[in-house]
């Protein structure tokens, strides 16, 4: 079983911003996708951002422009920087990421979860 660390989170003012990283295991094979996720109360988890081996990202319409997603290969980690955040972006923010195990077995891995509160 593939566990991600997540890390980052906290309380800001509306404004502001806030960086969360997420590592994956050294021992993995390979990471095809890295993503952030974010759920609010009462609503549906929704994709933040994405990056793809090759560095493609795509971005939800509502953070484009505000947040950059990165990756840094040689520690298995992606990060999320989130700047001029909203009170909308308060959210419970969980780190994805799917690839193959060092046996070629396929994983499809979730964070814990790290809290984000904007304040208005």
């Known amino acids: 079983q593939v566990e991600l660390v997540e890390s980052g989170g906290g309380l800001v003012q509306a404004g502001g911003s806030l960086r969360l990283s997420c590592a994956a295991p050294?021992?993995?094979?390979?990471?095809?996708?890295m993503a952030w996720y974010r759920q609010a109360p009462g609503k549906q988890r929704e994709l933040v951002a994405q990056i793809i081996s090759g560095g493609h990202t795509n971005y939800a319409d509502s953070v484009k422009g505000r947040f950059t997603i990165s990756r840094e290969n040689t520690k298995n980690t992606v990060y999320l920087q989130m700047n001029s955040l909203k009170p909308e972006d308060t959210a419970v923010y969980y780190c994805?990421?799917?690839?193959?195990?060092?046996?070629?077995?396929?994983?499809?891995?979730w964070g814990q979860g790290t809290q984000v509160t904007v304040s208005s």
């Open positions: 050294g021992y993995i094979f390979s990471i095809n996708v």
């Open positions: 994805n990421a799917m690839g193959l195990t060092p046996t070629m077995a396929a994983y499809d891995a």
